[in-house]
């Protein structure tokens, strides 16, 4: 019994270092599928700051196809958008719309490395865009002392980004419209 006791124990032991989350987790988003041609609620989780220094900015670019974006205002921090043309009109419930946000920036906290938030927009995903596809919003995360890049995406050949990337861009995966 003794014996069984002690690979139970390892087993659990090498069980909970496997499934602690690394250091090196990523900015994600919470709800990663959605439908096209409907609203969308963007919740981006910061799991930790820049090498153990706090955040104090986060910037994400919206990709084309995601309109009508109105932000989250967060105490502590200030709210900038970055508006601009879209490279094609999209259809947001009935009507075109050529230009919005492209940029959202929060500014301030500090978030400490030891704690978590969330950081929110709300938006349109266009009828526009290609069901079963994937669509990216780079982050950029500054800190006290650094910076996070969470922008790479995914090369020509692939649907994804390098499994082993250390810096992917959150993605969303687009479902058929309902």
Not at 25 to 39: F, R, Y
Request: proline letters at 9%.
């Amino acid at each position: 019994m003794s014996v069984l006791r002690a690979h139970a124990r390892a087993a659990a032991l090498l069980a909970a270092f496997v499934f602690i989350p690394s250091a090196h987790a990523h900015v994600t988003l919470q709800v990663k599928e959605a439908p096209i041609d409907s609203g969308y609620k963007a919740i981006f989780s910061v799991p930790h700051g820049c090498k153990g220094s706090a955040t104090t900015k986060i910037r994400i670019r919206i990709p084309e196809g995601v309109v009508g974006v109105k932000p989250q205002p967060k105490a502590g921090w200030s709210l900038e958008t970055i508006k601009g043309d879209y490279a094609q009109p999209h259809m947001r419930y009935g009507t075109k719309v050529r230009s919005g946000v492209k940029e959202v920036i929060w500014t301030g906290g500090p978030l400490p490395d030891d704690y978590y938030d969330e950081f929110v927009f709300v938006g349109y995903l266009s009828g526009e865009l290609t069901p079963n596809s994937t669509l990216y919003f780079p982050v950029v995360q500054e800190c006290e002392q650094g910076v996070a890049r969470w922008i790479d995406l995914p090369s020509a050949d692939k649907k994804a980004p390098d499994d082993h990337s250390d810096s992917p861009a959150p993605g969303l995966k687009l479902l058929p419209k309902r």
